[in-house]
Every structure is written in C-alpha cells, then in structure tokens.
C-alpha cells in the first residue's frame, strides 16, 4: 500500500499508472480535488495539503511507504518554495513518521545546493534535510528535467517556438551552453517503483536522461519537431529576460518562463549519463526520439 503526495501531477500521473500496474494498493493525494484515472479504479483518492500538513497522518495510516513529489517551481500565494519545498517535504515526513511508514521516497532536483542564490534548488535541498532529520527511513531521488505529456517545460518551449513569425529570430536565453539531461516521466517513474521494491538507502541517486545536451540543442531538437523551417536564432543575455520573467510570473497563472527556470541556466543541471543504468539496471529513453507529442498544437 503506497501513498503518493502529488500523485494527480505530470509525475504523479505517471507514477501512479506505473505503479497500478505493479498490482500495488494506491492512495492517491493532492490538495484539490482533481480526479485522476491513471491509478485505476481501486486506487484511494484523498485531500490533504503538505504545506499545512492537514490530515497527511490519516492519509497515511496503513501505508506501507509514501512517495513525495509535491514541489513547486513557480512562487504563488501561499505556494513559495519555502513552504511547498521546504516545509511540505518536512511535513511528510513527521506524518510519515506518526504514521509507522516504513519507507519514504523523496523526489529531489540535481543541482539542490543551500546557496541562497538560487531559491528554488536551495528549498529543494532544505526539504532533503528535512527529511534527513525526521529520522523516516528514505531514498532520495535528484531528477534532472522531466519530459513527457503534461510537462512544464518543455510544452512551453515548444509553444514559444511555434508562436515565433517565422521570419523573426527564436530568441535563445543566455549563451544556450548550459547542460541538461532529460529524463522521461516514465523512466523516473520506473526509477521510483526499483527504489520502493529495495527498501530505503541513505545515498542520494541522481537521474537523468543518456545525453547530456546543451540548452541550445534541446530548442534545436523541439524547433524540428514543431515547425517545419529552420529559424535564425539570437542570443538574449538572461538580465535582459528575468524583469520580464518576473511580470509573467507576478500576472500570469501558467508563465512561459519563470525566474526561477532562468536560474537553472545558471549552472549544469547534469549526472552522468550511465547513473540510470548503474543504479537501477535499466537504459532510458533519448529525448531526441521522444519528443512527438510536442507537436500537439492543444499543448
């Protein structure tokens, strides 16, 4: 039996299905009332908030391990990275706890450092320690960034290319050399589900895709998908971006960019590319050759 906060998101869906698939029992969590069928029928839907920490023991009682992926990376409302990051993660944990779960597994970020700097891998680095200090038995889990229908970031870089007149630049942020290592949402779900079947370990794994691919070939990659002519491209220095990042962030419920997404561009968001297959036995899928589902123009 295996709750999992945040169980209707992109992962979470994922997660979810993966897991009902496994023939595992399911308490599906979220804080509104959004129905998911990924899990199936017999899986428990419940209503609890992690940033309160209301009615999370109850949820629960009876699990034999929790899975949380509750995060967020976009400042609402009440909805910081201090509260849902930080505080959300430590609120799991002490439910999970008074609970009497016997495994809990944490979906961290590469890159989770306390540099102040950088406000949203700091709070993922403090909800780890969070959890560290409750004393639940763990694994976490550090993702670099997660595709797949119903992802957050690559959907609006796909958006944003598709809306650019073909005959202006497709403006690239920063020097577009920065790192990352998509992962696909299944393979991290995979990823969870080996973790849950071998029971807690107190390293930290790191996942990722097999390529490392530059910012600018991940646009390279989406532009070929999505449109049908090759584009001119310039290079716009992240300053000149984050005042307008910080509008669409303050006006906007689902911006294209964020501040927090430009501070990403600030350094490697990188493992290596064998850890998948070194640490949970099993080769992931390229993003290169996953990305159809862009094309949806709905998206």
Known sequence: RIAITGGTGFVGSHLASHLAEQGHELVVISRGARA?????????RVTADVVSGSDLTAAFAGCDAVVNLVAVIVERHG??????????AANVARAAVEAGVAHLVHLSAIGADPDP??????????????????????TIIRSSLVFGPGDGFFVKLARLIRRTPPLFPLPIAGDGRTLFQPIA???????????????PDSRVFAIGGPDHLSYEQIVDIIRREVVSLPRIKVHVPVPAIRPVAALMAAV??????????????GHHNITVPGAVAADFGFEPQRFADRVSYLRRRNR
């Open 36 to 44: 998911s069928g990924a899990a199936g029928p017999g899986a428990t």
């Open 79 to 88: 909805q910081t990275f201090d509260a849902v990051n930080r505080q959300g």
């Open 117 to 138: 700097r950088f406000g949203y891998l700091a709070s993922k680095w403090s909800g780890e320690q969070a959890i560290r200090i409750s004393g639940i038995p763990h």
């Open 185 to 199: 949402a299944q393979d991290v779900a995979r990823c969870i589900g080996i973790a849950l079947e071998r029971g």
């Open 252 to 265: 906007m419920r689902d911006p294209l960019v964020t501040p927090a997404q430009l501070d990403l561009l």
